[in-house]
């Protein structure tokens, strides 16, 4: 079992940026690809970032490449989202989601369900 909270979410103009964190309580012994989703109002959830267990491998939704950058430390069971040159099309509900049997492309589609999630941290970017 693992429970996720997300934190970092906030109010920025278009091209400034913001830094998400999501802090993991789990077994440390499971292993588990962590990324990110979000979701307008009016929206379905899209997935935005993902990374393995090992951290050296990424994936990325089209829209955010070159932006964004995911990223953790396992020593902290921290899962970070680093977020540049923000769009007002990147409003949207942020939440962090835990998988341990599908990660990459897979875990961005959301294919099959994911192992848990968290309650969302909200960022607004203003033109």
């Known amino acids: 079992q693992v429970q996720l909270v997300e934190s970092g979410g906030g109010s920025v103009q278009a091209g400034g940026s913001l830094r998400l964190s999501c802090a993991a309580s789990?077994?440390?012994?499971?292993?588990?690809?962590m990324g990110w989703f979000r979701q307008a109002p009016g929206k379905g959830r899209e997935g935005v970032a993902v990374?393995?267990?090992?951290?050296?491998?990424?994936a990325y939704a089209d829209s955010v490449k070159g932006r964004f950058t995911i990223s953790q430390d396992n020593a902290k069971n921290t899962l970070y989202l680093q977020m540049n040159t923000l769009k007002p099309e990147d409003s949207g509900m942020y939440y962090c989601?835990?998988?341990?049997?599908?990660?990459?492309?897979?875990?961005?589609?959301?294919?099959?369900?994911?192992?848990?999630w968290g309650q969302g941290t909200l960022v607004t970017v203003s033109s």
């Open positions: 990374v393995n267990a090992d951290g050296d491998s990424t």
């Open positions: 989601a835990a998988a341990r049997f599908a990660c990459g492309s897979a875990f961005l589609r959301n294919v099959n369900p994911l192992d848990a």
């Open positions: 789990k077994n440390p012994y499971s292993r588990y690809c």
